[in-house]
């Protein structure tokens, strides 16, 4: 079956540091999305992308987050200038929207530690 | 916009126990509802979705009804093993040109022992 994967795993990095969290979609997904856990926290939106731009963006996803489809398979997430609150779970995760469908695929999610 | 309040845990149960995890909505319109899970170390998991009011969605022994006259979409599960352990999200898309993000209630751990 299909699957949205995540890498690395778990990320540990100085604060101030600039990090880049990988996601490879579901292969014929268009749509793709990060999303955001804070340990003990609820799962947030961070930021869509469609069409090589992004559709939306949280007031979370300010000017240290950027996001890229360098190729045709992968989709980065870049923090530039890390903080200690960036701590958290990331998620991927990707659909078919073109289909109607509102249901997204998430990856196993990357945790990032910023120290 | 649309929004999800969903039962706070934690909730521990014995095994073969009944499980109810409330979650209702507030939402323009009738937009689909879901359930996702997430076990310990893993990523979220969609466990179950319905797509309109009156549909129940099930999976694993789990279901849940969508009831627009209550806006409620609980999960409830008749016997739960130790191994349905995990968090577990209610959610639904956003509203207006945020159809397709999806908004999570705050999760309920649910401990399940043996």
């Known amino acids: 079956e299909p699957e949205v994967t995540q890498t690395p795993s778990h990320q540990v990095t100085q604060m101030g540091q600039e990090v880049i969290l990988r996601c490879v979609p579901i292969?014929?997904?268009?749509?793709f999305y990060w999303y955001r856990q804070i340990l003990g926290q609820k799962v947030e939106f961070l930021v869509s992308?469609?069409?090589?731009?992004?559709?939306?963006k949280s007031e979370i996803f300010d000017d240290q987050f950027s996001v890229e489809r360098p190729d045709g398979s992968n989709f980065t997430l870049k923090i530039r200038s890390t903080k200690l609150e960036d701590s958290a779970m990331y998620f991927c995760?990707?659909?078919?929207?073109?289909?109607?469908?509102?249901?997204?695929?998430f990856g196993q999610g990357t945790r990032l530690t910023v120290v | 916009g649309n929004s999800v309040t969903q039962m706070e845990g934690p909730v521990t149960l014995s095994e073969e126990a009944f499980l109810t995890i409330n979650c209702t909505y507030t939402?323009?319109?009738?937009?689909?509802l879901f359930w996702y899970v997430q076990y310990p170390g893993e990523g979220l998991q969609l466990l179950l979705k319905?797509?309109?009011?009156?549909d129940k969605g099930s999976n694993k022994g789990f279901e849940a009804t969508y009831r627009k006259e209550t806006t409620s979409f609980h999960l409830e599960k008749g016997s739960v093993q130790v191994s349905d352990s995990a968090v577990y999200f209610c959610?639904?898309?956003?509203?207006?040109?945020?159809?397709?993000?999806?908004?999570f209630g705050k999760g309920t751990l649910l401990t399940v022992n043996p």
């Open positions: 995760a990707s659909n078919d929207r073109d289909r109607g469908s509102t249901e997204a695929f």
């Open positions: 292969s014929n997904h268009l749509y």
């Open positions: 992308f469609y069409n090589n731009e992004i559709s939306e």
């Open positions: 939402a323009t319109g009738y937009p689909s």
């Open positions: 319905a797509t309109k009011a009156d």
């Open positions: 959610a639904l898309p956003g509203s207006g040109g945020s159809n397709y993000k999806l908004t």
